[in-house]
């Protein structure tokens, strides 16, 4: 079947790296689906690691959008109700949009996840294959 990519960086205030993730999805291939599950994601790795305040960056403006202003758009209704029962979790969260070319890393590690048959993964050090693009993500944070 048809598979989708999501992937998520984590870093900390000062832009360094901190964890990145990838999930493989089967069946689901809409873009905006597939980003919504990607926050999905983000919010699961977040809560695992135990982290309190999270500022989730998005390259869909519709999927920001539609969390911020509460729409539910039926594509996503689940999983924007997953992500809101997570929540108490977290002292501190909101979702904003950035474009892709904002983060290169896990861009990278999405495109990495479809030519590998595992289906999900979680990396607290940086992979070879991402150490550029996450040097470069860092540097741009530096000058924003």
Same mark, same amino acid.
């Given at each position: 079947?048809?598979?989708?990519?999501?992937?998520? *960086? +984590?870093? $900390?205030?000062?832009?360094?790296?901190?964890?990145? %993730?990838?999930?493989?999805?089967?069946?689901?291939?809409?873009? &905006?689906?597939?980003?919504?599950?990607?926050?999905?994601?983000?919010?699961?790795?977040?809560?695992?690691?135990?982290?309190?305040?999270?500022?989730?960056?998005?390259?869909?403006?519709? *999927? +920001?959008? $539609?969390?911020?202003?509460?729409?539910?758009?039926? %594509?996503?209704?689940?999983?924007?109700?997953?992500?809101?029962? &997570?929540?108490?979790?977290?002292?501190?969260?909101?979702?904003?949009?950035?474009?892709?070319?904002?983060?290169?890393?896990?861009?990278?590690?999405?495109?990495?996840?479809?030519?590998?048959?595992?289906?999900?993964?979680?990396?607290?050090?940086?992979?070879?294959?991402?150490?550029?693009?996450?040097?470069?993500?860092?540097?741009?944070?530096?000058?924003?």
């Amino acid at each position: 079947g048809e598979r989708a990519g999501t992937a998520v *960086v +984590a870093r $900390d205030h000062e832009g360094k790296f901190l964890s990145g %993730s990838f999930s493989t999805y089967t069946g689901h291939t809409d873009p &905006y689906v597939c980003e919504a599950l990607g926050c999905r994601d983000a919010l699961l790795l977040a809560k695992e690691k135990g982290w309190e305040r999270i500022q989730l960056v998005t390259a869909c403006k519709n *999927v +920001a959008d $539609d969390w911020n202003a509460r729409r539910d758009r039926s %594509s996503c209704g689940p999983v924007f109700l997953e992500m809101a029962s &997570y929540l108490s979790s977290f002292q501190g969260f909101e979702v904003r949009h950035c474009g892709r070319e904002a983060n290169k890393t896990a861009h990278l590690l999405a495109k990495h996840c479809l030519s590998t048959r595992v289906l999900n993964v979680t990396y607290d050090v940086i992979p070879d294959f991402l150490s550029a693009a996450v040097h470069l993500d860092y540097v741009r944070s530096m000058n924003e």
